[in-house]
């Protein structure tokens, strides 16, 4: 089984900054099969990026993925207030498939 | 409009058992795999497993396999997550997620209650 490890667990980051969020494999992601997953309170979770660096249907271009192999990177360029949220990694290359512990980004 | 819609919220006793379902619209329900997602009050996803309604193969993370059910109903699109005898430690709330490139569509998820 894959584990994935994110990091930071919470980031503090006023409105405007630049986040980067760090998705790390154990093992290397198949066909780099990473996504990236916005999760607020009270929703279900909402697929940003898929294919470590494919924008899913409507997502904004300040939202933009990178990476190969066991390094994956989610950065949002410019913060709006809607995107404080949790941000999840999931590895859909083997079976089973996994998601990271999370990554909460907190307004500073 | 492609979506998941799930069964609504349940509260079960210890030990009982528990069906809930997943019916999906608007697209072509054998072709993509379906996952079904647990989340812990407070904490993080977890994917419990997925199958593909085509032909019912079924894969389980290790922590579900021999604790959880799923299964498909492909005449009716929907897919199915159940339990024999229920515990205190699953109560969770469960989406089920369709399983492209990436899970790209949600269900609105359903609350699961295991109490005394």
């Known amino acids: 089984e894959i584990v994935l490890t994110q990091s930071p667990g919470t980031l503090s980051l006023s409105p405007g900054e630049r986040a980067t969020l760090s998705c790390r494999a154990s093992q290397s992601v198949s066909s780099s099969y990473l996504a990236w997953y916005q999760q607020k309170p009270g929703q279900a979770p909402r697929l940003l990026i898929y294919a470590a660096s494919s924008r899913a249907t409507g997502i904004p271009d300040r939202f933009s993925g990178s990476g190969s192999g066991t390094d994956f990177t989610l950065t949002i360029s410019r913060l709006e207030p809607e995107d404080f949220a949790v941000y999840y990694c999931?590895?859909?290359?083997?079976?089973?498939?996994?998601f990271g512990q999370g990554t909460k980004l907190e307004m500073k | 409009e492609v979506q998941l819609v799930q069964s609504g919220a349940e509260v079960k006793k210890p030990g009982e058992s528990l069906k809930i379902s997943c019916k999906a619209s608007g697209y072509s329900f054998t072709n993509y795999w379906i996952g079904w997602v647990r989340q812990v009050p407070g904490k993080g996803l977890e994917c419990m497993g997925i199958i593909y309604p085509g032909d019912s193969d079924t894969r389980y993370s290790p922590s579900f396999q021999g604790q959880v059910t799923i299964s498909v109903d492909k005449s009716i699109s929907t897919a199915y997550l159940q339990w024999s005898s229920l515990k205190a430690s699953d109560t969770a709330m469960y989406y089920c997620?369709?399983?492209?490139?990436?899970?790209?569509?949600w269900g609105q998820g359903t609350t699961v209650t295991v109490s005394s």
């Open positions: 999931q590895q859909y290359g083997s079976s089973p498939y996994t």
């Open positions: 997620a369709r399983q492209g490139s990436g899970m790209d569509v």
